[in-house]
């Protein structure tokens, strides 16, 4: 086969062209380092006590809603039958306002009022005899004394048997429910409290993630609040960098991204989720000293990690506008 001596200089001639289109593509790109960042979330436990389970270590892989970790509950489910008890009681109390006086009650107030009423008679009766045979000098006038003493008594007895049938009749008073709601209430908030304590004393975890560090060991008494682990939500990271405000102009919201790190010959592809409207002196951890005295703004690339490449601290190189290598 024959190939004439102008195919042969074209093959070289396409070549250089796209090589050239490379070229030209990774002069336009915006290139920026950082390092990748994941949001790490402290967990910890909302009451205090004894650690009864913590079955995870660093590294291992949690599901969201999973249990890490128990504490003991012995001394909250005491306080919790005691609550329940003090409720129980109180709920009893209200009911038997809400039900009234029994007839029984009232009937018996009855018969003490008649029998009073009936000492009383007697009581008079005898007075103005005494008072009769006094004034004729056949009686005493202790015996006249005594006699009305006897009716002064029974008087009042009268009187607080009348009083206490009526308060039998009219029931409680409505401040008396009502207070006695509100203990029955005191005492429900009580269950309530106590029964959340003990819910509390199970730590799920709120997102999938990793466990990066754990802080506490069973058996140990923390306080309200003491870290048990820090979870990272490995599965959404992002990458931070720092760009000048030329470069500003180029980048967008939504705006695709090549994204390399170390160890790996092809480029991720990452979004801008976040541009900084406003100037910060760049990080002294991005570049040089001369680079750190420029003014730039943050760039927030968020990545996918599903195989788990990306990790807290790793640095990485964005190329914006631009392939960055990959291909």
């Avoid at 436990?45 to 291992?60: I, N, Q, T, Y």
Wanted: aromatic share 4%; glycine share 8%; net charge negative.
């Amino acid at each position: 086969m024959r190939t004439s001596f102008a195919t042969f200089l074209a093959v070289p001639t396409a070549a250089l062209a796209l090589i050239g289109c490379h070229a030209s593509a990774e002069r336009n790109a915006i290139h920026a380092s950082g390092h990748i960042e994941a949001t790490e979330v402290r967990l910890a436990s909302k009451v205090g006590g004894s650690l009864a389970v913590l079955p995870f270590r660093e590294g291992d892989a949690v599901k969201a809603s999973q249990v890490v970790a128990r504490l003991d509950t012995a001394d909250a489910q005491h306080e919790l039958a005691q609550a329940r008890a003090e409720f129980d009681a109180a709920d009893a109390h209200l009911r038997l306002l809400l039900a009234g006086t029994r007839s029984e009650d009232l009937e018996r107030a009855a018969a003490e009022l008649g029998r009073s009423e009936a000492d009383l008679a007697g009581a008079a009766l005898d007075l103005r005899r005494l008072e009769g045979l006094a004034d004729r000098g056949t009686a005493t006038l202790k015996a006249r004394d005594d006699a009305r003493t006897r009716k002064v008594m029974l008087d009042r007895t009268v009187a607080g048997d009348r009083a206490q049938l009526a308060e039998l009749k009219a029931g409680p008073r409505p401040q008396e429910i009502e207070q006695a709601r509100a203990q029955r209430a005191a005492a429900d908030a009580a269950v309530a409290a106590t029964l959340q304590r003990i819910t509390d004393a199970t730590v799920t975890a709120p997102c999938d993630g990793a466990i990066t560090s754990r802080a506490a060991e069973p058996g140990e008494v923390l306080p309200p609040g003491g870290l048990l682990y820090v979870l990272t939500d490995i599965a959404h990271p992002w990458l931070n960098v720092y760009v000048d405000e030329p470069s500003l102009a180029r980048i967008h919201l939504g705006d695709q991204v090549a994204v390399r790190v170390d160890g790996h010959s092809d480029a991720f592809t990452g979004k801008v989720t976040f541009v900084s409207q406003v100037a910060e002196f760049t990080p002294k951890n991005v570049q040089t000293p001369e680079e750190r005295a420029k003014l730039v703004f943050r760039i927030k690339v968020g990545l996918d990690n599903p195989s788990g490449v990306f990790k807290p601290g790793m640095p990485a190189d964005a190329y914006f506008g631009g392939k960055g290598g990959a291909g």
